[in-house]
Nanobody, 124 residues
Framework: QVQLVESGGGLVQAGGSLRLSCAAS????????MGWYRQAPGKQRELVATITTDGTTNYAGSVKGRFIVSRDSAKNTVNLQMNSLKPEDTAVYYC??????????????????WGQGTQVTVSS
């Protein structure tokens, strides 16, 4: 199984910056896509940004130009640099990986893993 540990959330004023980090660990897994999702109160979880093994990135329109996703595949880490934060960015941010690995029952070739979430609060 893949364990994801996030760090870097917190409280920031509008216009400020935060950097989220996520580290994946486990045995016998591989990761194709790493990324971040977020869920605001009363809303569904939504994609923020993803990055593939070849560095291809995908961003939600609402964060494009303000957030930057990066990864270190050798260390199995993914980061999210969030700039020019807005109150509407307030949410719990979840690290996500997609790849292959043992899911507790069998080797899954489409294994999706989630972190525990980290709170980001942007005050106006």
């Amino acid at each position: 199984q893949v364990q994801l540990v996030e760090s870097g959330g917190g409280l920031v004023q509008a216009g400020g910056s935060l950097r989220l980090s996520c580290a994946a660990s486990g045995i016998g897994f591989s990761i194709n896509v790493m990324g971040w999702y977020r869920q605001a109160p009363g809303k569904q979880r939504e994609l923020v940004a993803t990055i593939t093994t070849d560095g291809t990135t995908n961003y939600a329109g609402s964060v494009k130009g303000r957030f930057i996703v990066s990864r270190d595949s050798a260390k199995n880490t993914v980061n999210l640099q969030m700039n020019s934060l807005k109150p509407e960015d307030t949410a719990v941010y979840y690290c996500n990986t997609q790849g292959a690995g043992y899911n507790g029952k069998y080797y899954d070739h489409d294994l999706h893993s989630w972190g525990q979430g980290t709170q980001v609060t942007v005050s106006s």
